[in-house]
């Protein structure tokens, strides 16, 4: 099973996010299960945060033979004839792609609503993980970064570093060229346990691998590889907030 965390951003002055919900996906046999999350009980708490209308009762548990039409309008349509050229922007093989795998690192995001999607980082057995996303923030950053950003090329090592008052944000993680040009950060799902591990001195690291030029979104721009190891005592995405409510 593949698993997606579902963030919500509170409408309010705090403009917080919180990870409300989980969809555990298994395209291969069909099987698509969604469940709310203690972010859910939190961000309601602190920000009114309902239940989604797809999915109006907190502790219940939601299954599938097809992927949720929540999820599944937030995916390209297969038809459209810019289709293969969105996976390709994506570095995605068009035999092999399939839904999750887009949103994992699209995030579903939609002008409609305060929804994001993003996967869960799995640690491995020997410690190690590995996680791909599209660089953020590349619009905020100095003009000199952004034409340092039009030279970067495919396997560029990056550098990763904790910036401690973003004024978005507070904490943040940096992605750096090796000649200390600041192109952008990590996103914010991976802050928290980024921030612990390299406390507790993990070695992390990044790289490019796919620039996406000429008509292609900022957003979509600059594809990052993050990996490393992680100590024992950190394990992605296992907060109180990531805990499944379930009746």
């Known amino acids: 099973m593949t698993t997606l965390f579902v963030a919500w951003q509170a409408s309010d002055s705090s403009r917080a996010w919180f990870p409300i919900g989980r969809l555990d996906a298994s395209a291969a046999k069909d099987e698509y299960v969604f469940r709310y999350t203690r972010g859910a009980l939190q961000a309601q708490k602190r920000s009114g945060f309902e239940p989604l209308v797809a999915f109006p009762e907190f502790e219940r548990r939601y299954e599938s033979h097809e992927l949720f039409p929540l999820f599944k309008n937030r995916v390209l349509d297969p038809g459209r004839k810019d289709f293969a050229e969105y996976l390709e922007w994506l570095a995605l093989d068009p035999e092999r792609a399939d839904p999750i795998e887009i949103l994992s690192l699209t995030g579903g995001e939609r002008q409609t609503d305060s929804l994001e999607v993003f996967p869960k980082v799995n640690k491995l057995a020997d410690g190690t993980f590995n996680s791909r996303f599209f660089l953020h923030g590349l619009r905020h950053v100095s003009d000199a970064a952004r034409q340092r950003a039009e030279v970067l090329v495919a396997g560029e090592p990056l550098q990763v570093a904790i910036e401690v008052n973003n004024p978005a944000t507070g904490l943040a993680v940096q992605l750096q060229t090796g000649d200390c040009h600041v192109l952008g950060w990590a996103p914010r799902y991976l802050v928290q346990d980024l921030c612990a591990a390299i406390a507790k001195h993990a070695s992390i690291g990044a790289k490019v691998t796919r620039i996406n030029r000429a008509d292609a979104p900022s957003a979509r721009r600059v594809l ?20 499944v409510l379930e009746s």
């Open 224 to 243: 990052i590889e993050l990996t490393g190891g992680l100590p024992s005592s950190v394990e992605p995405m296992t907060a109180d907030e990531y805990e």
